[in-house]
C-alpha cells in the first residue's frame, strides 16, 4: 500500500485543502461551536500509530471534523493523521454527478488512496478486498476510522434516554452497527491495532434534524467530540457479541 508518489499527492492535497478546513474549524472552535474532549489524549496515541477510531455518524460534515481537528498535524505527519476511511462506493459517485451536473458519474477510482479512502460496496461485492485493505493500513502504523453504522443517522446527547435508539436499536436496524464493521474491527484488533471510540454530540439535533451549516452558525448550536480511553477488543468474541461491546464502547466514550 506505500507508495512515494501517492504519497506526496497526498500531501499536496492536505497542504492545499487543509489550511482552509483548518481555518474554518478553528473560527467554529472559537465561536463556541466545536468542543473536543480529550483532543490530546487521542492525539498521542494516533501519533504512536497502528490505531482505529470507531465512531458515530450523525452528518455529512463528520470526515471534515476529523480532518478540521488536526489539520496541522496531517500536514507534519499525514501518514498518521489524516485518517483512512471507509465511505460507501455511491458517495463520491453521487457528489461528482452532482457538481458536473451528471455530466460524470463515476469518480475515478485511482484517487480513492490519495485521499485515504477504501470505497465499500454496500452490496457486500467487494467486503474481502476492503478487509485486506484495512489491515493493511493498520499493519502500515496508519490511523483508520470506523463509522460504525455505515450511513448517516443523526445524533442526540448521550444523556437523552433515546440516544441508544438512535445509534443501536432502531426497529428497521438501519441505524445499527452493521456486521461489516465487526468483521473490520475484529481483523485490524488481530493485527494488533489499538481502538478510540468517539461520540459526536449535536446539540439541535430535534431543532434541525438537516444539520443544516447555516442554521448551525446563526443559532450557535455546539457539537461535542469526545474521545474515550484507547482499549483492544476481546477477538475470541462472536462478531454478534463484539459488535454489542462496540457499539456499548462508543456510547460511554
Not at 482552509?20 to 500509530?49: A, H, N, P, S
Not at 470507531?54 to 480532518?67: A, W
Request: with cysteine; net charge positive; glycine share 6%.
Amino acid at each position: 500500500m506505500h507508495n512515494p508518489i501517492r504519497d506526496i499527492l497526498t500531501w499536496l492535497v492536505i497542504l492545499i485543502i487543509g489550511p482552509i478546513v483548518g481555518m474554518v474549524f478553528l473560527i467554529f472552535q472559537c465561536r463556541g461551536m466545536i468542543k473536543i474532549e480529550g483532543y490530546w489524549k487521542t492525539f498521542r496515541d494516533i501519533l504512536r500509530g497502528n490505531v482505529v477510531i470507531i465512531s458515530n455518524h450523525p452528518t455529512m460534515r463528520d470526515p471534515l471534523i476529523y480532518v478540521g481537528m488536526w489539520w496541522w498535524a496531517c500536514i507534519l505527519f499525514p501518514r498518521r493523521f489524516l485518517v483512512w476511511n471507509l465511505p460507501g462506493t455511491n458517495y463520491f459517485d453521487d457528489m461528482l454527478s452532482k457538481l458536473t451536473r451528471g455530466i460524470w458519474t463515476k469518480f475515478p477510482q485511482w484517487i480513492y488512496p490519495i485521499i485515504h479512502c477504501i470505497p465499500v460496496d454496500r452490496t457486500g461485492e467487494n467486503h474481502k478486498e476492503v478487509i485486506k485493505k484495512a489491515n493493511q493500513v493498520v499493519m502500515n502504523g496508519r490511523t483508520l476510522i470506523i463509522f460504525g453504522e455505515t450511513r448517516r443517522t443523526g445524533s442526540r446527547d448521550r444523556n437523552d434516554p433515546d440516544a441508544e435508539i438512535v445509534f443501536i436499536y432502531n426497529p428497521d436496524a438501519s441505524r445499527q452497527m452493521q456486521p461489516f464493521s465487526a468483521a473490520v474491527i475484529k481483523t485490524t484488533a488481530k493485527k494488533n491495532a489499538r481502538f478510540i471510540v468517539a461520540w459526536i454530540d449535536y446539540s439541535n439535533w430535534r431543532n434541525d434534524p438537516g444539520f443544516g451549516l447555516k442554521a448551525w452558525w446563526k443559532g450557535k448550536h455546539q457539537i461535542t467530540i469526545s474521545f474515550g480511553k484507547s482499549y483492544h477488543p476481546d477477538t475470541n468474541l462472536s462478531l454478534a457479541k463484539l459488535l454489542l461491546n462496540t457499539q456499548q464502547q462508543v456510547l460511554s466514550a
